[in-house]
């Protein structure tokens, strides 16, 4: 016990001669309360780190990458010095593959990392869609948090291409079909894309965008995300009270745990946790490279995207549906998650007083996983407009009845819950707090400890 005292007493010291020399308190991100300490309130810091590791592996692809379509002198499973006849992009990718050390594993945790930080977007969308974060006063910061979102996966379908295997351009051919057909942005994008309509004019494009305008623009937007929340702090939790506070004052952020050192090294054990995991998984499973672009002997492949996509190319197979039609569909989502914020004037944030919304919300969802999944058991196979009313109508219907349901079985209860409260605090004044019985706001602490 001794020697534990006399350790902790000099780490103190040092961490305090550390934040004493560089002036840490004033430029570390703000103090978060203790009951933030679960996985579920650092989402974003998730997405976080997985896009640091984006920037790292990708960097370090860098290194030995060729963005050219252009045949040339390498070792692609042929005789050193021999013309190879697939393109450089692919040749390169190859050589990363089966030439530079620990090359397969790098190139893998790259890829599958993109996988996850996707996938992590779409969980700290959905929890905060549910959780109602995007209310007053953090409706900017949700829809900053909706153009990155949008941000990823343009970085996703145009890494898609740089190893310009034959499967990766025939998707983002599609997926360039769809762009073009954006209302009023399709024409202007359209060029942007395209550049010269050769195929190293696509390549270099997708390269330029998916290396410097794309990263540049996801760091700008998440500079602006953190900045936002630095200024409202994380959202409390959910309520069903109408008067809760929806921000921390600053004597309570005194209290709350600081970001030096204990929220740093707590985001950083799960950084580590979440490096290793894609490291182990990538050593299982490396990625295997498809034929390249143009290879004649290549037979059967079918038009398929990465999985985050395959909603999309999917709906292009229901009967009736045109690219306008999918891409309208895809806009009027987009619209509807932007401007979010301006749609759900409810005050109240907890899913059980917003069932109009979760309705709409699990539908997304639901129709997103469906879709993805039917996508990759049947591509590019047509769907009669029978088969989607038997598939998609029951599980709509089903979600609407059920959230109606609990909704109404709530509000019935919560009523006689009030009342039993506002009875008892008639008879015994300071029973319950003010705010349930019509008096003051109550404190975050007290709004979070009741729920």
């Not at 309570?252 to 799960?270: A, G, S």
């Not at 002997?297 to 995207?305: D, M, N, Q, S, Y």
């Not at 944030?349 to 309705?359: A, G, K, L, Q, S």
């Amino acid at each position: 016990m001794g020697f534990e005292r006399w350790f902790n007493r000099t780490l103190n010291q040092v961490w305090g001669f550390i934040e004493d020399r560089t002036g840490m308190p004033k430029w570390a991100l703000r103090p978060q309360p203790e009951f933030t300490f679960k996985p579920s309130y650092w989402t974003g810091a998730f997405v976080v780190n997985a896009f640091l590791y984006q920037v790292i592996s990708g960097l370090l692809l860098l290194l030995y990458y060729q963005p050219s379509v252009n045949p040339t002198y390498t070792a692609c499973g042929q005789p050193v010095g021999t013309l190879s006849t697939s393109p450089a992009a692919w040749c390169s990718t190859y050589y990363i593959v089966h030439s530079v050390p620990m090359g397969s594993l790098l190139l893998s945790t790259h890829l599958y990392g993109s996988y996850a930080m996707i996938f992590l977007a779409i969980v700290h969308f959905f929890r905060g869609y549910y959780l109602g974060v995007y209310k007053a006063p953090r409706e900017f910061s949700w829809m900053v948090g909706t153009l990155l979102m949008l941000t990823t996966l343009g970085m996703g379908f145009t890494g898609y291409l740089l190893p310009y295997t034959q499967i990766s351009l025939n998707a983002t051919n599609v997926g360039l079909v769809l762009a073009l057909r954006l209302p009023y942005a399709g024409p202007l994008i359209g060029p942007l894309l395209l550049s010269d309509g050769t195929g190293q004019g696509l390549l270099s494009r997708m390269f330029a965008a998916h290396v410097v305008l794309l990263p540049l623009a996801l760091g700008a937007l998440l500079y602006a995300h953190i900045a936002l929340f630095e200024s409202h702090g994380i959202a409390p939790p959910a309520t069903s009270d109408p008067l809760q506070r929806r921000r921390f004052t600053e004597e309570e952020d005194k209290k709350n745990v600081p970001f030096m050192p204990h929220i740093f090294f707590y985001i950083t054990k799960w950084a580590l946790l979440y490096i290793g995991l894609l490291i182990g998984i990538a050593a299982l499973w490396p990625w295997n490279l498809p034929t390249y672009a143009g290879d004649l002997t290549a037979t059967g492949i079918v038009t398929e995207p990465d999985w985050y996509f395959l909603w999309l190319f999917k709906f292009l197979d229901f009967q009736g549906v045109t690219p306008v039609i999918a891409i309208g569909v895809t806009t009027v989502i987009i619209l509807y998650v932007l401007f979010l914020p301006f749609l759900d004037r409810s005050k109240a944030t907890h899913p059980r007083d917003r069932p109009v919304f979760i309705i709409i919300g699990t539908s997304m969802l639901e129709f997103w996983f469906l879709m993805t999944v039917w996508g990759g058991l049947t591509p590019g196979v047509a769907i009669t407009p029978m088969e989607v009313a038997l598939r998609i109508g029951p599980l709509f219907a089903a979600n609407a009845v059920v959230v109606a349901l609990f909704h109404w079985r709530y509000r019935k209860s919560y009523r006689a819950r009030m009342a039993a409260r506002t009875g008892a605090a008639s008879t015994c004044p300071g029973a319950y707090p003010s705010s349930l019985v019509g008096g003051s706001r109550p404190s975050v602490a007290e709004a979070s400890a009741r729920d």
